[in-house]
Nanobody, 117 residues
Framework: QVQLVESGGGLVQPGGSLRLSCAAS????????MSWYRQAPGKQREVVAT???????NYTHSVKGRFTISRDNAKNTVYLQMNSLKPEDTAVYYC???????????WGQGIQVTVSS
């Protein structure tokens, strides 16, 4: 059974930091592309950051320079370090694991991040 379990969310003031973690089980973690998505109220889910099997990373424009995605294959865990948080970063953040061929994807249950004073 595949599980992706997010942790580390919560309430933070603007300018603060949070570190999200996503622990995976039931998959061969190192073979998967790992991503963080987010969905704000009334908006579509969007990809925030992606880390490939070779540790290449990509970020959506709005978080470049503030967020860092990383992975620890020994711990089957992907992280999202979020610095200089803004109110517009408020959303439910989801962990995603994707295997390219054959195409298969798994999702975590989501975790709330609220940036507010």
């Amino acid at each position: 059974q595949v599980q992706l379990v997010e942790s580390g969310g919560g309430l933070v003031q603007p300018g603060g930091s949070l570190r999200l973690s996503c622990a995976a089980s039931g998959i061969r973690f190192s073979m998967y592309v790992m991503s963080w998505y987010r969905q704000a109220p009334g908006k579509q889910r969007e990809v925030v950051a992606t880390i490939a099997r070779n540790n290449n990373t990509n970020y959506t424009h709005s978080v470049k320079g503030r967020f860092t995605i990383s992975r620890d294959n020994a711990k089957n865990t992907v992280y999202l370090q979020m610095n200089s948080l803004k109110p517009e970063d408020t959303a439910v953040y989801y962990c995603n694991a994707e295997y390219i061929f054959p195409a298969v994807a798994y999702w975590g249950q989501g975790i709330q991040v609220t940036v507010s004073s």
